[in-house]
C-alpha cells in the first residue's frame, strides 16, 4: 500500500476549511513562512520550532573517492552543507506508535 501525500495544495485546502480564510492569503502566508526557513538556513541560522521540530544545516565533509551509483564512476566530492530536520519531542511521542508495514 502507497503512502498518500500531503501536498502544500492540500494544506492550503485544509487551513482554508478549518479557518475560513482566503486561499491566495493562505498560499501567501505559507510561501512566506517556507521563504523565512530556507533564509534563515542560508544564513547558518537554527530554526527551532517548539512543539514540532528543528532545521538546521550541518557540513558533510569531502571525499576524494566518491562513485556515482548511477554511472559507477570515481568522482570527487567537496565539503558541503545539508539540511537536517530534528523532530521534536511531542512529535516523536505522536508517532511513535505508527505501524511502518502499513
Do not use: Y
Amino acid at each position: 500500500m502507497t503512502k498518500s501525500k500531503l501536498t502544500k495544495a492540500v494544506i492550503i485546502e485544509n487551513l482554508h476549511d478549518k479557518l475560513d480564510l482566503n486561499r491566495s492569503d493562505i498560499h501567501e502566508v505559507i510561501d512566506c513562512f517556507f521563504e523565512e526557513v530556507k533564509n534563515g538556513l542560508q544564513n547558518d541560522q537554527i530554526i527551532e520550532l517548539r512543539g514540532f521540530g528543528t532545521f538546521e544545516v550541518r557540513n558533510r565533509k569531502g571525499k576524494e573517492k566518491a562513485r556515482n551509483p548511477k554511472t559507477g564512476e570515481i568522482v570527487a566530492v567537496q565539503s558541503h552543507g545539508v539540511a537536517v530536520f530534528r523532530p521534536g519531542k511531542e512529535l516523536k511521542d505522536q508517532v511513535w506508535d505508527i505501524d511502518a508495514d502499513k
